[in-house]
């Protein structure tokens, strides 16, 4: 007679009950899909925002900069300026970064009088704009 390790008794009516291995997805992998991947990607939508935050401050702190070089101008240096230019819309090349600079900053003057009734003969502020170019 063979001995084996493990006997088994089988009788002829009956099966043998193998471990049952189950298929498809715990509760745990769903709640994991379902949740953290949705968080992940919200995460990083909100790096990818700080970083345009952060480029937009700093184009916001160039541009005031520049804004506070011209106002420390005194106002005939900016009214002959704005006169030489001969518009609002005509770029003044005295204030304005180089062509070709990256992140050019325009600067444009021109004379301003707060009321509109009246011809603009000795204006009272100067309007100046700073912008990107």
């Given at each position: 007679?063979?001995r084996?390790?493990?006997?088994?008794?089988i009788?002829p009516?009956?099966?043998?009950c193998h471990?049952?291995?189950?298929?498809?997805?715990?509760y745990?992998e769903v709640?994991?899909a379902?949740t953290?991947i949705?968080?992940?990607?919200?995460?990083?939508?909100?790096?990818l925002?700080?970083?345009i935050?952060?480029?937009?401050?700093?184009h916001?702190?160039?541009?005031?900069?520049?804004?506070?070089?011209?106002?420390?101008?005194?106002f005939?240096?900016?009214e002959?300026?704005?006169?030489?230019?001969?518009g609002p819309?005509?770029?003044?090349?005295?204030?304005s970064?180089t062509?070709?600079?990256a992140?050019?900053r325009?600067v444009?003057?021109a004379r301003?009088?707060?009321d509109?009734?009246?011809?603009i003969?000795?204006p009272?502020?100067?309007?100046t704009?700073?912008?990107?170019?």
């Open positions: 007679m063979v084996t390790a493990h006997p088994t008794l009788s009516n009956r099966r043998v471990a049952h291995q189950a298929t498809g997805f715990s745990t709640l994991v379902i953290l949705p968080a992940l990607e919200s995460l990083h939508s909100g790096v925002g700080s970083g935050h952060s480029a937009h401050a700093n916001h702190h160039r541009l005031t900069g520049k804004m506070e070089e011209i106002l420390a101008k005194s005939s240096s900016l002959q300026e704005a006169d030489a230019a001969g819309a005509v770029i003044v090349d005295a204030y970064d062509a070709g600079t992140s050019r325009l444009y003057l301003y009088d707060g509109i009734s009246m011809p003969t000795t009272s502020l100067m309007l704009r700073a912008c990107y170019g």
